[in-house]
């Protein structure tokens, strides 16, 4: 969807370092999202948000913090990358909480080595 | 807590043949049900929805019905095509109040072959 663009779309990294992922979204979202896909897992929250500087922990936030210090971005940042965070992110916006529809964008294909 | 099962598949069929994906959920309350599809190196789309009990979602051919008293919310399909190759997920909201979160499935890969 061309309202959430996630950069980048693809980075390598080396274990122990920090990674910022970053979601930018331009339909007026209260609610974001981080998830992360992987084979035989689908898609599991790591946090969210409901509005600017209200986050939350999902089911797997281990290892990870998000920041929104706007509306439009969310920030996804690795304090240490390791290899278990090799994954694909995405990120998913939905304006209100009567409104079902989540828009996702592309997706962060991050591979730590 | 609230969780979504889906046949796991790998699925592969023939164009023009039927499509079942089964998905059931366990769930406190009364969850909005959800199909999502991913196509290769996409995110994920809206597929269709339901909100309430015997709630029918449809969209692009595909359908599924919200059953309560299975808890179950199926997707059929009654004539694939190659362009539906793709991966479906299962969801289900969670959550109350401010914020809706969606609880997805594994997935489950179909190929469709012409």
């Known amino acids: 969807d061309a309202g959430i663009t996630q950069s980048p779309r693809h980075k390598v990294t080396e274990t122990g370092t920090p990674v910022t992922l970053r979601c930018h979204q331009t339909?007026?979202?209260?609610?974001m999202y981080w998830y992360r896909q992987d084979p035989g897992h689908g898609l599991r929250l790591i946090h969210y948000s409901y509005g600017v500087k209200d986050t939350d922990k999902g089911e797997v936030s281990d290892g990870y913090s998000v920041s929104r210090s706007k509306t439009e971005d969310f920030l996804l940042t690795l304090e240490s990358a390791t290899s278990s965070q090799t994954s694909v992110y995405f990120c998913a916006a939905k304006r209100s909480q009567t409104n079902y529809g989540y828009t996702f964008g592309s997706g962060t294909r991050l591979t730590v080595v | 807590g609230n969780s979504v099962t889906q046949m796991e598949g790998p699925v592969t069929l023939s164009e023009e043949a039927f499509l079942t994906i089964n998905c059931t959920y366990t769930a406190t309350g009364y969850p909005s049900l959800f199909w999502y599809v991913q196509y290769p190196g996409e995110g994920l789309q809206l597929l269709l929805k339901a909100t309430k009990a015997d709630d029918k979602g449809s969209n692009k051919g595909f359908e599924a019905t919200y059953r309560k008293e299975t808890t179950s919310f199926h997707l059929e399909k009654g004539s694939v095509q190659v362009s539906d190759s793709a991966v479906y997920f299962c969801?289900?909201?969670?959550?109350?109040?401010?914020?809706?979160?969606?609880?997805f499935g594994k997935g489950t890969k179909l190929t469709v072959n012409p």
């Open positions: 339909e007026n979202h209260r609610y």
């Open positions: 969801a289900l909201s969670d959550g109350q109040g401010g914020s809706e979160k969606l609880v």
